[in-house]
Nanobody
Framework: QVQLVESGGGLVQAGGSLRLSCTSS????????MGWYRQAPGKERELVAS???????NYADSVKGRFTISRDNAKNTVYLQMNSLKPEDTAVYYC??????????WGQGTQVTVSS
């Protein structure tokens, strides 16, 4: 079992920045993929960014060039640096982890609100 604890959400004006953190209760060296998803009201949950244990990254087209996912193995933490935020980035952001055996876990979510 893995517990994921997110932090860093909040209210920011358009054009601003936020950094989300996700800390795992288990060493992320044993986790194959860690990522961030988001869900806006009335919309489906979507992948924002992911990073594998071999440091391969994947980003949604809508955030490329603005968001960066990174991981600190020593702190068992994954970060999502979000720059040039837009009102359409408003959503609940969820941390996700998947191990090599296919087991997956979600964090509780953190609200990001971008005002225009």
């Amino acid at each position: 079992q893995v517990q994921l604890v997110e932090s860093g959400g909040g209210l920011v004006q358009a054009g601003g920045s936020l950094r989300l953190s996700c800390t795992s209760s288990r060493s992320i060296l044993s986790i194959n993929v860690m990522g961030w998803y988001r869900q806006a009201p009335g919309k489906e949950r979507e992948l924002v960014a992911s990073r594998t244990s071999s440091d391969s990254t994947n980003y949604a087209d809508s955030v490329k060039g603005r968001f960066t996912i990174s991981r600190d193995n020593a702190k068992n933490t994954v970060y999502l640096q979000m720059n040039s935020l837009k009102p359409e980035d408003t959503a609940v952001y969820y941390c996700h982890a998947e191990d090599p055996h296919g087991s997956a876990w979600w964090g509780q979510g953190t609200q990001v609100t971008v005002s225009s």
